[in-house]
């Protein structure tokens, strides 16, 4: 990469302030909640037998535990914020052999590894299109080869938990497949089986870029469009900003679920309820993100991000509340320059039970990625 081109992404980066994130959006819920719950516990423990000092006791133990010790571990841990973002032990479901896709519904897919960094290597999945047919015979320099059919390429970058086989993942993959796209998706450092290696967002995004440099080397002049859901939304909105500095924007940008920055996140998501309202929360449970390089914000990235993009949102998302996305969809409307392609937000219905992880059960999805796809094809909007 030349010396001007590398300068220009470093000043550029500078302007990503993880920090000094304004927004502050918070989900209150139901008024006095919190102090029903306590309530209810106490008069439950009362009914029981217990003393009213007993009931007192316990509660200042719990308030100490709850509200100064937790928070205080939680802050000065980078180990317990690292897999409390990324969620990587959780291995749901279990016994995968992800040598064979097949088995977990995916034919025509194959098994291999990549090298994202000198001892790390990543598990990924090659999903070829439908029209390959379920038992394709080629080895792995003929699935290559196939990468190059000028069929439409997703890179799909999972969010936190689970692996590349978790079901609702693997019922998207067989939407993409059934419209003739190829699929790649693999697993981040620290996930499933690739290598057991902390993540942070540095090192995740490292993985993301690994796996997308592999895929364009193979292309040639078909579309690659990068598809992030959830948490993986905040990776590829830092892997296409960095693309798009380097002049190698791709062919367009899909964020499922996304959120907008992990602070707001954090204090929107449900783990943080009974926290939500203590003093200092963003002291003890914000500000440490950004210092162990935790500080997804999508909400400024996406301002260097000149490709087409799409935005997807239910609005019964528990996980990450729908407000958050359009957040992300405003920000992406206000700081985004006249030479950058459209932003297209498509909501979903709370009724329809989408939630988090099931829009890919959208009978009008296959036609909304269509007029995507079209759309990444066209010069201009």
């Known amino acids: 990469m030349p010396s001007k081109l590398k300068e220009k992404i470093k000043n550029q980066a500078k302007k990503f302030k993880p920090k000094l994130v304004l927004s502050k959006l918070r989900q209150e819920g139901p008024a006095g909640a919190r102090r029903l719950v306590w309530l209810f516990v106490a008069f439950l423990l009362y009914y029981r037998g217990w003393s009213v000092l007993s009931i007192i006791q ?44 097949s088995a977990e519904g995916l034919p025509a897919t194959r098994n291999f590894y990549l090298q994202s960094e000198p001892g790390v290597s990543l ?42 086989a978790g079901p609702h993942r693997v019922e998207l993959y067989q939407v993409l497949r059934a419209m003739d796209y190829h699929v790649i998706c693999c697993d981040y450092r620290g996930y499933a089986d690739s290598s057991q290696v902390a993540p ?59 959120f907008n920055n992990i602070f707001d996140e954090v204090r929107n998501h449900p783990m943080a309820w009974v926290w939500r309202k203590m003093p200092w929360f963003d002291w003890f449970f914000t500000t440490s993100l950004a210092q162990n390089d935790l500080g997804f914000v999508s909400d400024q990235r996406i301002a260097v991000i000149d490709c087409p993009l799409l935005i ?16 992300l969809h405003d920000c992406a409307l206000q700081s985004r320059g006249e030479c950058c392609r459209a932003v297209e937000f498509r909501q979903f219905c709370g009724e329809l039970g989408y939630a988090h992880k099931y829009i890919c059960r959208a009978p009008e999805l296959p036609q909304i990625v269509r007029d995507f796809e079209r759309r990444c094809c066209e010069d201009e909007d």
């Open 312 to 327: 997807l949102h239910a609005e019964d998302d528990a996980v990450v509340p729908f407000k958050l996305g359009k957040a």
């Open 58 to 101: 316990l509660y200042l133990e719990l308030a100490v535990f709850l509200f100064i010790a937790l928070p205080f571990v939680f802050k000065y841990t980078p180990w317990i914020q690292r897999n409390l973002v990324f969620l990587p032990f959780v291995r749901w479901p279990k016994n995968v052999d992800f040598s064979n896709p």
């Open 123 to 164: 598990g990924v999945w090659h999903i070829l299109p439908q029209s390959c047919g379920d038992t394709p015979a080629g080895d792995d320099s003929w699935y290559e080869e196939q990468l190059g059919d000028d069929k439409t390429v997703i890179l799909y970058l999972h969010g936190n938990s689970a692996h590349r």
């Open 200 to 258: 942070n967002e540095t090192g995740v995004v490292t993985d993301a870029r690994a796996v997308y440099d592999w895929v364009v080397a193979r292309t040639g002049a078909s579309k690659v469009i990068v598809w992030g859901h959830s948490l993986g939304t905040g990776v590829a909105s830092h892997l296409v900003a960095d693309l798009c500095l380097e002049g190698n924007t791709p062919s367009g940008l899909v964020l499922e679920s996304p």
